[in-house]
């Protein structure tokens, strides 16, 4: 069965930095595009980036735009969330979550347990 296991969060000062990661299994993670969605206090679920199964292709919402990158490494089955510059507003859980194909534009298949982050002074 497909397991996502998101780690790396935890207390960060706005202007800080935070790295996420995903342990993946149970599916050939080469083949599927990855993203990672986030859920703040009180909030719906909103997607945050996006990677095709290579890597060469990824998207972001527009209020991470220029502070985020999302990359994988494909040998380790592994995705990761650079987060940099964090403000107030990007405190939320964030989840590790599998397309369901290998395009970014393929919806979401599966999401694994979240991590959370909260950025606050």
């Known amino acids: 069965d497909v397991q996502l296991q998101a780690s790396g969060g935890g207390l960060v000062q706005p202007g800080g930095s935070l790295r996420l990661s995903c342990r993946t299994s149970?599916?050939?993670?080469?083949?599927?595009?990855m993203r990672w969605l986030r859920q703040a206090p009180g909030k719906g679920l909103e997607r945050v980036s996006s990677?095709?199964?290579?890597?060469?292709?990824?998207g972001y919402a527009e209020f991470v735009k220029g502070r985020f990158t999302i990359s994988r490494d494909n040998a380790k089955n592994t995705l990761y969330l650079q987060m940099n510059d964090l403000k107030s507003e990007d405190t939320a859980v964030y989840y590790c979550?599998?397309?369901?194909?290998?395009?970014?534009?393929?919806?979401?298949?599966?999401r694994g347990q979240g991590t959370l982050v909260t950025v606050s002074s």
């Open positions: 149970g599916f050939t993670f080469s083949t599927y595009a």
């Open positions: 979550a599998k397309a369901a194909e290998g395009t970014i534009y393929s919806s979401t298949s599966d």
């Open positions: 990677i095709d199964h290579t890597g060469d292709h990824r």
